[in-house]
């Protein structure tokens, strides 16, 4: 079946980095982008972007721009997210989803599933 | 950035009772609108995308409808494996913003 297979959780120190893996299955990796969305603790969801699996070109919403990279090894199926120089407020929840088209399949025609089982990073000094 | 609204934020119900959510998008979004449903601890599971559309596999009793700027997620007969927190998504333009959620627990 298809499934995002995440990385266990983390914790760093302030000042630290973290890589959060991301691995899929089930489908053609290339086919689907991968987007990246947050949840800090007791809040809602907070989308950071996307990555194009086909090119590699990653896009970063506000709010997520320097510290955050998203990559991919499309050898092993797998995206990664790395967030350098931590702050306590990176602490939360971070999920990867793969963004499926329907419809004609305009860039508007898009859902988010499956999700990962989400990765927690713990940022505490 | 366009702004999603839900109302209520949390929603306390009986088993069986009919439950309806709202959202607002700050300008028109046609319908790219998706709704999600979360449990505690647990990932966010697609239910319904484009305003009104049920993901396969997900129950009748959810629904969904509305267009250009407001929307809502109805359950029409709320069972115990629904009283979980859902969220709607705009999908019209980057960044696809979520709205801050709808908690809905038991009476």
């Known amino acids: 079946q298809v499934q995002l297979v995440q990385s266990e959780s983390e914790l760093r120190k302030p000042g630290a980095s973290v890589k959060v893996s991301c691995k899929a299955s089930?489908?053609?990796?290339?086919?689907?982008?991968i987007n990246w969305v947050r949840q800090a603790p007791g809040h809602g969801l907070e989308w950071m972007g996307w990555?194009?699996?086909?090119?590699?070109?990653?896009t970063y919403a506000q709010g997520f721009t320097g510290r955050f990279v998203f990559y991919l090894d499309t050898s092993v199926s797998t995206a990664y997210l790395q967030i350098t120089s931590l702050k306590a407020e990176d602490t939360g929840v971070y999920y990867c989803?793969?963004?499926?088209?329907?419809?004609?399949?305009?860039?508007?025609?898009?859902?988010?599933?499956?999700w990962g089982q989400g990765t927690l990073v713990t940022v505490s000094s | 950035d366009i702004q999603m609204t839900q109302s209520p934020s949390s929603l306390s119900a009986s088993v069986g009772d009919r439950a309806t959510i709202a959202c607002r998008a700050s300008?028109?979004?046609?319908?790219?609108l998706n709704w999600y449903q979360q449990k505690p601890g647990k990932a966010p599971k697609l239910l319904i995308y484009?305003?009104?559309t049920l993901q396969t596999g997900v129950p009748s009793r959810f629904s969904g409808s509305g267009s250009g700027t407001d929307f809502t997620l109805t359950i029409s007969s709320l069972q115990p494996e629904d009283f979980a927190t859902y969220y709607c998504?705009?999908?019209?333009?980057?960044?696809?913003?979520f709205g801050q959620g709808t908690n809905v627990e038991i009476k």
């Open positions: 998504q705009q999908s019209y333009n980057t960044p696809r913003t």
């Open positions: 484009a305003a009104s």
């Open positions: 989803v793969r963004g499926a088209s329907y419809g004609s399949g305009s860039w508007r025609e898009v859902l988010f599933d499956p």
């Open positions: 300008q028109t979004i046609s319908n790219y």
């Open positions: 089930g489908y053609s990796f290339t086919n689907y982008a």
């Open positions: 990555i194009d699996t086909s090119t590699g070109d990653p």
